[in-house]
């Protein structure tokens, strides 16, 4: 599969608009949550974005394998 000019230009803005801690946030420049990190960490398979969003996604799962939607959650509940 070919990638188009607009594939390149969708993954140039998330890698642009990649918060600090390597998740995304639901809008630019705001908190990283779980969904639009793991949507985007997929966007830019091959990447090195895309392992620091893997590495943020996993800092928010729990030991019985749930996961928090955001690293200011203390609970998936």
């Given amino acids: 599969m070919s990638m188009t000019m607009g594939d390149t230009t969708r993954q ?3 890698l642009k608009v990649q918060n600090q ?3 995304l946030g639901y809008f630019p ?3 990283s949550w779980l ?3 793991a949507w985007a960490a997929l966007a830019l398979h091959g990447y090195p974005a895309a392992e620091r969003a893997y590495r ?3 800092t928010w799962q729990n030991s019985d394998g749930s996961a928090r939607p955001q690293g200011a959650v203390s609970s998936p509940h």
């Fill in 12 to 14: 140039a803005f998330l």
């Fill in 35 to 37: 969904e639009p990190t």
């Fill in 29 to 31: 420049g705001r908190a």
């Fill in 56 to 58: 943020t996604a996993r």
């Fill in 21 to 23: 801690d390597g998740g």
